[in-house]
């Protein structure tokens, strides 16, 4: 029974740890559109000041987009073929787990002895076991938005949308920037359009 109730605390933990560290992704794209016309791209910088993260993070993700366009074959230019701007949004998001689990408790109560004789009624201490208390903790969620602009006619012809959770040390906010972008970058060109 022991081995049965540790291997269930130890599936729900891994469940918990894994969804919180999960990155999910949505793209989008005009299908009117022949991706296959695009070769050369340049940041948008009036779109990418907006963004309200600080000019480290906004470097970094910049280097990854630009690390996985240049993996893709494309070139950076200065007379680009599409733009390349972003959006992030985060939200705080309380997490509240209950750890309650046990049998019984301290009490009065009880059928015989010790103050009854055998078979009467009698009041005596009852006993149990428990344990009892919620865990809260905070993270920040992220949104990252990779807007792919046509250069000459200013319209979108490609969004990705990746929203997981932030990490605060640098170490581990690099790595989950390059797995957002990574993520959304799988996506480009759409198979789809090509």
């Given at each position: ?50 963004a309200e993260i600080s000019d480290l993070d906004k470097r970094r993700i910049l ?51 010790p103050y009854g004789y055998y078979g009467g009624w009698g009041w005596g201490p ?69």
């Open positions: 029974m022991k081995l049965v109730t540790n291997s269930i605390k130890l599936l729900v933990l891994v469940l918990l740890v894994s969804s919180c560290n999960s990155v999910r992704v949505v793209t989008d794209y005009d299908s009117q559109v022949a991706f296959d016309d695009y070769k050369t791209f340049a940041f948008y910088k009036p779109g990418i000041d907006q280097k990854a987009i630009e690390t996985e366009l240049l993996a893709k074959g494309f070139t950076k230019s200065t007379n680009p073929d599409m733009l390349v701007s972003i959006f992030t949004k985060a939200s705080t998001r309380v997490n509240v787990y209950n750890n309650a689990w046990g049998y019984g408790g301290w009490g009065w109560g009880g059928w015989g002895y009852g006993w149990g076991w428990g344990y009892g208390g919620s865990t809260v903790s905070t993270s920040v969620e992220g949104t990252l938005f990779i807007d792919l602009i046509d250069y000459n006619n200013k319209q979108l012809i490609w969004q990705g949308t990746a929203k997981g959770d932030l990490p605060q040390r640098r170490d581990k906010k690099e790595t989950k920037i390059k797995e957002f972008v990574n993520r959304m970058m799988l996506d480009f060109p759409p198979q789809e359009a090509q």
